[in-house]
């Protein structure tokens, strides 16, 4: 497993198993304390891992995954897949939004 951490500069690990994204500074709304750590929310998660690139199918199941814990919201999936629609390919953000949220393959 590779485990991911902001920094606000960059650092060179050790370990192999560490991942640091460098950003100046996270805005509030992107993360939140949980059990004492600070967390990203799922939809900074969502948004890192399609700016990244990410397989299209595993951000879905992620996505799934958020929405069924009332983690994510479709109007804010919806907004989060509007910047990667044409990226991955797909018309329009709420497109793009209906298919990581599954809706394709309910309708199936």
Known sequence: DVH??????????????LRLRVRPALPARDWRVVDSLPVCTAARIVSDLLADREDESAVARICQ???RADLLTPDVLERVAEAHAEAYGHGSGPAFAATLAGAEASRR
């Open 4 to 17: 991911e951490f902001y920094v606000t500069r960059r650092r060179q690990p050790r370990r192999t198993d």
């Open 65 to 67: 995954d958020a929405l």
